[in-house]
């Protein structure tokens, strides 16, 4: 079995959706509705304004996020579940060098773009924070919302992920390594490009810092085939900027 970049070479798990076949309708329905669904998520989360703390979680997080993963798992004939395989403990150790490679290149491209004069713009959910009257209340609502909103990101870019994988692989005739590179290529700028709304439309985060972070995130799945370290590394990452942004 040829083997991509951070896969294993005795590695015997499998991909979903490109390891075990299903038909082409379904992979595009898997793309179109896991993207337009983050993209109608991100929209509604941003108009609606919830009264209490838990509409505000129900509302724009987990009602969002279990409409994706059911739709997903819907579509996929249920191999969504193969992403929620509990990882080995060797695992967690590459997700830990991944995560801090991340913070690496995030920290190095900002000084670049800063170096070329390239303006870049504040997180919305950090800038939110650091405008609150109460940063460290808002800190705590924004890290309970991401236990939903970062796995359906990391639903969103691995599905995405999977399914171009499987349509080049079994329906347009790229062996598996040339489909998934391709594949992993093109959903680290979709992950980008969808994150439109949190930066603003600033090409250079969209297509340069946002895809560059992603491909670490989606290379931890990879290596592990689980969803858990990606997703727990994610919210270290993501939590830890906020974490700064609210002791500031």
Not at 115 to 132: D, F, G
Not at 143 to 166: K, R
Not at 175 to 193: M, Q, T, W
Request: hydrophobic share 55%; no cysteine; aromatic share 16%.
């Amino acid at each position: 079995m040829q083997k991509i970049l951070f896969e294993r070479k005795n590695e015997q798990r499998e991909f979903p959706l490109l390891d075990q076949k299903i038909s082409q309708w379904q992979l595009w329905a898997i793309i179109i509705f896991v993207a337009f669904g983050f993209i109608g998520w991100i929209t509604f989360a941003a108009n609606v304004q919830p009264k209490t703390v838990w509409g505000l979680i129900l509302a724009t997080s987990l009602l969002p996020f279990a409409i994706i993963l059911g739709g997903f798992y819907f579509l996929s004939n249920g191999a969504a579940s193969t992403l929620f395989k509990l990882p080995k403990l060797r695992d967690w150790g590459f997700a830990l060098v991944m995560v801090v490679l991340e913070t690496i290149y995030s920290i190095v491209i900002g000084m670049v773009l800063n170096h070329l004069h390239i303006a870049t713009n504040v997180n919305a959910v950090a800038s939110n924070i650091s405008n609150s009257g109460d940063k460290i209340k808002t800190l705590q609502i924004v890290l309970g919302t991401d236990l939903f909103n970062l796995m359906g990101e990391e639903i969103l870019s691995i599905s995405v992920f999977l399914a171009i994988a499987g349509l080049l692989f079994h329906y347009f005739g790229r062996n598996r390594k040339v489909a998934l590179g391709i594949a992993y290529f093109l959903s680290l700028f979709i992950f980008g490009l969808l994150h439109y709304h949190t930066y603003n439309w600033n090409l250079a985060q969209l297509l340069l810092v946002l895809p560059g972070e992603r491909f670490f995130l989606t290379g931890i799945y990879i290596r592990t085939k689980s969803i858990w370290p990606s997703f727990a590394m994610h919210y270290l990452f993501d939590g830890g900027i906020f974490l700064i942004t609210a002791l500031a």
